[in-house]
């Protein structure tokens, strides 16, 4: 998958970064520490053809930050919900953690939603350049 945005306009130089980057690794070691299978690319690409992403995509600046801006929510909020495991370091309520669900859920609903208008784009450009 292709895309064609400003680089620089995606690039976060807060000094929050760091302090994501060192939650978002911490929570990845915690879910490998749990025995979770390795990572099957051949399996992803499988999926992805069967999901019918078989063309390039080329997003625009403003579609590539709306998934980039859902993806750093959806690491935050996995994150949470990680940390706060029967044996983390936190407890949430079963309120917020449902509203995290939800929210967890929204977000993944609105990048791909991005996703799939793209690809119809991609798809209907692929017929006009076939005819």
């Known amino acids: 998958m292709t895309s064609k945005t400003n ?4 690039v976060d130089a807060s000094s929050d970064t760091a ?7 911490d929570a990845l ?4 520490g749990q025995g979770d299978p390795p990572l099957d ?3 992803i ?5 069967a999901c019918g992403f078989t063309d390039d995509l080329a997003l625009t600046e403003c579609e590539a930050q709306a998934i ?19 044996e983390g370091a936190f407890k949430l309520s079963r309120w917020l953690q449902g509203g995290l669900h939800s929210a967890l859920y929204a977000l993944t609903e609105d990048a791909q939603a ?10 209907e450009a692929q017929k006009a350049s076939a005819a």
């Open 68 to 86: 980039n801006t859902r993806l750093y929510g959806m690491s935050a909020i996995s994150a949470l919900l990680v940390g706060a495991d029967d």
């Open 7 to 10: 680089a620089a306009a995606c």
């Open 45 to 49: 690409c499988r999926l992805r053809r």
């Open 114 to 123: 991005v996703l799939h208008r793209a690809n119809e784009k991609a798809a």
């Open 29 to 32: 070691q915690a879910i490998a």
């Open 19 to 25: 302090r994501f980057d060192k939650a978002h690794a």
């Open 41 to 43: 690319i051949h399996d």
